[in-house]
């Protein structure tokens, strides 16, 4: 089974989000699923990403099949959510004022994925992200977060922190090379934060 890892940033977070994509390897082991806060407004993401890396990127469909080496980005005004090898989408209420939001897409992967699962929470404006790092934790995942020092909005990062007790606050930089490293492994090597 692929390592999934699950990116979630609200203001500020679009350098970063470019920053790790653009460091991704072709090719690349694992899934990587990323919440943006866009509410139901139209988002270029997808296409923004695709310009600067080496992966696929998209905005799924309800029950897309999850493949390794692509970057899914939730749609405007969807929740994105992880079953076994497929994605979900839906319009069910927003969570912490937002949809999409990262909680639904983190607590889905911990659920399924568990210990194969990276949570990543970037620069934001409010504690979406937190909760669900905490059940990656949980399960056995590894949860980085950006550092506050340096993001341009610090309260996603510091509410994790706060919350989840991650096991790194990294630089963007560092967190782009961690990620990059782990799409590079073998699926059958544990995810660790060295």
């Given at each position: 089974?692929?390592?999934i ?72 005004d ?45 620069s ?11 059940a ?59």
């Amino acid at each position: 089974m692929s390592p999934i890892v699950v990116v979630a940033a609200s203001a500020g977070g679009l350098e970063p989000i470019k920053r790790i994509v653009s460091a991704l390897p072709d090719p690349c082991m694992a899934s990587i699923f990323v919440v943006w806060h866009i509410g139901p407004h139209p988002s270029l993401l997808p296409q923004i990403l695709n310009m600067i890396g080496r992966l696929p990127v998209t905005h799924p469909h309800d029950g897309a099949p999850i493949e390794a080496g692509h970057v899914y980005v939730a749609p405007p005004d969807h929740h994105m959510t992880l079953e076994l090898g497929h994605i979900r989408l839906d319009q069910g209420p927003k969570v912490k004022h937002t949809r999409p939001a990262a909680d639904p897409l983190f607590s889905s992967a911990a659920e399924v994925y568990r210990e194969r699962v990276i949570g990543i929470v970037l620069s934001g404006g409010d504690g979406d992200g937190a909760a669900g790092l905490r059940a990656i934790k949980e399960q056995g995942g590894v949860a980085l977060v950006q550092n506050p020092e340096e993001a341009e909005k610090p309260a996603m990062p510091y509410t994790a922190m706060m919350t989840a007790h991650p096991d790194a606050c990294l630089s963007v930089e560092e967190i782009a090379k961690r990620v990059a490293t782990l799409c590079s492994m073998r699926s059958t090597v544990r995810l660790t934060v060295s």
